[in-house]
Nanobody, 127 residues
Framework: HVQLVESGGGSVQAGGSLRLSCAAS????????MGWFRQAPGREREGVAA??????????YYDDSVKGRFTISQDNSKNTLFLQMNGLKPEDTAMYFC???????????????????WGQGTQVTVS
């Protein structure tokens, strides 16, 4: 059973930074993809950033809205995923979720339906 626990959310002023963390436990498949998604009230959940974290992985993907501002990374043990968010804007306000998948279709890495495991989310508010 895979468990994902996010942390690091909070309230910041526009232009500020936050770093989200996602601690993964349980059986982590060798070939996998992990990502960050967000959902604002009344809107669909959308992919923000994702990366292949398994053997031979490393490809990284960003939504256009966050390119140049957000950075996804993992620690050496590959059990913690991070999202460094700089230059935050009010439109970045949302609940942020960590997600993991055994495999994803390469043409839809940021598609929420590709992911099987989800954390409970951490709130990010930018004013």
């Amino acid at each position: 059973h895979v468990q994902l626990v996010e942390s690091g959310g909070g309230s910041v002023q526009a232009g500020g930074s936050l770093r989200l963390s996602c601690a993964a436990s349980g059986y982590i498949y060798r070939s996998k993809c992990m990502g960050w998604f967000r959902q604002a009230p009344g809107r669909e959940r959308e992919g923000v950033a994702a990366m292949y974290t398994g053997f031979g992985g490393g490809n990284i993907y960003y939504d256009d809205s966050v390119k140049g501002r957000f950075t996804i990374s993992q620690d050496n043990s590959k059990n913690t995923l991070f999202l460094q968010m700089n230059g935050l804007k009010p439109e970045d306000t949302a609940m942020y979720f960590c997600a993991a998948a055994r495999t994803v279709y390469a043409g839809d890495v940021l598609g929420k339906n590709q992911y099987e495991y989800w954390g409970q989310g951490t709130q990010v508010t930018v004013s």
